[in-house]
Each structure stands twice: as structure tokens, then as C-alpha cells.
């Protein structure tokens, strides 16, 4: 079974600035990850995903993550929030062979102010 | 094809009484899942089919709870009676692992329906 611990529920931050939303995974097999964002009152929207690679993976609106295999990370970045960044952000988990279910963590919302 | 689509997108109850949702996955994907999002968690898996089989069940899928997908496109999820503690916002999710390279198990999620029981 995989587990997914998102280590801060809620990030204030100020817009332009950086942010890190973490999140660790346990697993005793391969896994994919990925992150998902939430806006109020939706569904979630895929941000970016690790299949196999490049460590380090980008999504079009500027995040980016990279697994850590040894420290079993999956940790999401951005350089520059903007306002329209604020939502809530999922990271969640799956074995890598055969069909599998996404385990997710509980969600960190990111709170961008002015 | 524009995703995965969910209707109701809301709906609002009586305790005891029955629902029916429905899902239509993106057309080409033959993965369709059902997870169940509850206030300031994540989502939680519900069931999982393969075209028309049914191949997985959680143990939160408890007896008044049904799931179906007759012919391997649009699923229904019944609750039967339903009560206070089923309130919360049910997403579907679809995914192909058929000739789509790069997309191995990547779901992508409807917008859910989020019931409200009373």
C-alpha cells in the first residue's frame, strides 16, 4: 500500500515570492506521482506528473517538481506565485505496474496575498 | 472531447432518501474511478472499473452504495438511504493505458457533484 503526507496544510506567501509545498510518499514498490490543484467549488485539475525520466518535471504555468527517490520526495516549487495560484494543492501516489488506484495526501492550500 | 464530465453538479437531500450520479469519462479512456472527497481531505477511492467490469471495491463503498457501468462508457453511482454522513463531493476520474504514450494511469478528474444530505 502507498501512503502520501503533505507536511503543511495551509502556505501563506506574498505574491512574486518563491514557494515549496512538500510532500513524502511511502511505498514499497515503483510509483508515480503527481500533483493536482483544486480551485473552490471544482474538481481537480492535473498540474504535473512523474512517470519515469527526468527527475525534474515542469508544468506549463511554471511549477515544477522533482522526485527524490532516497529521501522518497515529491516536493512542488515556484519561483514567483501570482494571485491566481491560491488554491488547494493535492500530491498523490500510484504503483507503477498494472492498474492502480491514486492515493492522495489531505491537501495544502496555498494562500496568496497582495 | 472536452473531459470528463458530472452531473448533478450539486445536490441537495433528505436523509433516506436515494441519489444517482452520473459520470462520462473522455471517450477513448477505458479506467473509470469513483473517489469521495470530504471536507479538508483528500480524495478517497470508491471504485475503479475496467470497461464494463467492476474491478475493485474500497471498504468505504459500503451496502447502500452502487456503482455500475453497463457498456463501458457513462457510470452511475447509486446511494440508497442516504444519511448526514454522506455528504461530500464525489468525483469521478477516467484514465487509458491503450495506445496513449505518456499517459500510462494518468487520471484526470471531472468537476464532481457535491451532495448535500439533510
Known amino acids: 500500500a502507498q501512503s502520501v503526507t503533505q507536511l503543511d496544510s495551509q502556505v501563506p506567501v506574498f505574491e512574486e515570492a518563491p514557494v515549496e509545498l512538500r510532500c513524502n510518499y511511502s511505498?514499497?514498490?515503483?510509483?508515480?506521482l503527481f500533483w493536482y490543484v483544486q480551485y473552490p467549488n471544482q474538481g481537480l485539475q492535473l498540474l504535473l506528473k512523474?512517470?519515469?525520466?527526468?527527475?525534474l518535471v515542469e508544468s506549463i504555468n511554471g511549477f515544477e517538481a522533482e522526485f527524490n527517490k532516497s529521501q522518497t520526495s515529491f516536493h512542488l516549487r515556484k519561483p514567483s506565485v501570482h494571485i491566481s495560484d491560491t488554491a488547494e494543492y493535492f500530491c498523490?501516489?500510484?504503483?507503477?505496474?498494472?492498474?492502480?488506484?491514486?492515493?492522495f495526501g489531505k491537501g495544502t492550500m496555498l494562500l496568496v496575498s497582495p | 472531447d472536452t473531459g470528463v464530465s458530472q452531473n448533478p453538479r450539486h445536490k441537495i437531500t433528505k436523509r433516506g432518501q436515494n441519489v444517482t450520479f452520473r459520470c462520462d469519462p473522455i471517450?477513448?479512456?477505458?479506467?473509470l474511478y469513483w473517489y469521495r472527497q470530504t471536507l479538508g481531505q483528500g480524495p478517497e477511492f470508491l471504485t475503479y472499473?475496467?470497461?464494463?467490469?467492476?474491478?475493485?471495491k474500497s471498504r468505504l463503498l459500503s451496502d447502500r452504495f452502487s456503482a455500475e457501468r453497463p457498456k463501458g462508457s457513462f457510470s452511475t453511482l447509486e446511494i440508497q438511504r442516504t444519511e448526514q454522513g454522506d455528504s461530500a463531493m464525489y468525483l469521478c476520474?477516467?484514465?487509458?493505458?491503450?495506445?496513449?504514450?505518456?499517459?500510462?494511469?494518468?487520471?484526470?478528474f471531472g468537476p464532481g457533484t457535491r451532495l448535500t444530505v439533510l
Open positions: 512523474y512517470l519515469s525520466g527526468s527527475t
Open positions: 511505498s514499497s514498490v515503483s510509483v508515480y
Open positions: 471517450s477513448e479512456h477505458n479506467r
Open positions: 472499473f475496467q470497461n464494463e467490469a467492476q474491478l475493485e
Open positions: 498523490a501516489v500510484t504503483k507503477n505496474s498494472g492498474y492502480s488506484t491514486l492515493t
Open positions: 476520474a477516467s484514465s487509458s493505458r491503450i495506445g496513449l504514450a505518456g499517459e500510462t494511469d494518468t487520471q484526470y
